[in-house]
């Protein structure tokens, strides 16, 4: 069966971290580019990271930038999320999804998507 999952979410207080995975099954993820998005409630999904299939390279929204890493482990068929410094604007379901372009500049198809975890910050 052809799945992307993302796990890892949770409740937290601001200031701590998560890491959050994004494993395939039924297919490689070394070919793709991941995307990683979020939707918090009653605002438009938002594509906050990403990490190209070709070099590796990766891409921050500045709201995240400096805060979260983004890597992947193709030996394990998963990319991570490591958020540290978590804020409560950081509160959304968080998504991964695929893209056949190369590289975070050139990936605007998204067209494989998990179902999505939950993130909370809240005091």
């Known amino acids: 069966q052809v799945q992307l999952v993302e796990s890892g979410g949770g409740l937290v207080q601001p200031g701590e971290s998560l890491r959050l995975s994004c494993a395939a099954s039924g297919f490689t993820l070394d070919y793709y580019t991941i995307g990683w998005f979020r939707q918090a409630p009653g605002k438009e999904r938002e594509k906050f990271s990403c990490?190209?299939?070709?070099?590796?390279?990766?891409y921050y929204l500045d709201s995240v930038k400096g805060r979260f890493t983004i890597s992947r482990d193709n030996a394990k068929n998963t990319v991570y999320l490591q958020m540290n410094s978590l804020k409560p604007e950081d509160t959304a379901v968080y998504y991964c999804?695929?893209?056949?372009?190369?590289?975070?500049?050139?990936?605007?198809?998204?067209?494989?998507w998990g179902q999505g975890t939950q993130v909370t910050v809240s005091s």
């Open positions: 990490i190209s299939s070709v070099n590796g390279s990766t």
């Open positions: 999804a695929t893209d056949l372009s190369p590289d975070c500049t050139t990936a605007v198809n998204y067209d494989f």
